[in-house]
């Protein structure tokens, strides 16, 4: 899987609150809108910035605090590629996996607010275009990889009629 696109980079404990303000709670149940407010906490002008095929970049501890599962779903419904960073919080990890939004575990320190960007997420391979250098992730397992192109957990198990990795 070859994903393109452009970075939008935030810094080190980029929590849960931040991607999906608790003001807006009141729209858990519509994502649309909700969406709107994808990380507003920690750059207002993010939804109208990024584009689809985008990649969320930060540093340390990405999603960290409570474990709102609408984190991960609205930064996937802003059509983003893939949240690269540093470190995450497990659950934040788990929910990613799970809904089908690929969450890459690398150094970051080499990718700027709007370097281009492509990942292999098979082959582990990050290669920034604007600097022309290549930087290595731990590939994901066959089972994420499994769940990510099946679109998540759920839609995996609607289209092998349960859970099926063989």
């Known amino acids: 899987m070859l994903l393109k696109g452009k970075a939008h980079k935030f810094g080190d404990n980029v929590s849960t609150d931040l991607i999906a303000p608790g003001r807006f709670f009141h729209l858990r149940s519509n994502l649309p809108e909700l969406a709107k407010h994808t990380l507003e906490d920690a750059d207002e002008d993010f939804t109208k910035k990024v584009k689809p095929g985008d990649f969320v970049v930060a540093g340390e501890n990405f999603g960290l605090g409570s474990s709102r599962e609408h984190a991960p779903l609205i930064i996937k419904f802003c059509k983003v590629n893939a949240v690269l960073a540093k470190s995450f919080s497990r659950i934040f990890f788990r929910n990613a996996i799970n809904i089908g939004l690929p969450v890459l575990e690398c150094d970051t320190d080499e990718i700027k607010d709007t370097d281009e960007l492509a990942v292999d997420l098979s082959k582990g391979v990050i290669i920034n275009k604007t600097k022309n250098i290549e930087l290595k992730f731990q590939p994901l397992s066959e089972v ?17 009629k349960g859970f099926n990795l063989r």
């Open 144 to 160: 994420a990889l499994t769940f990510l192109k099946d679109g998540g957990l759920v839609e995996h198990i609607k289209k092998n």
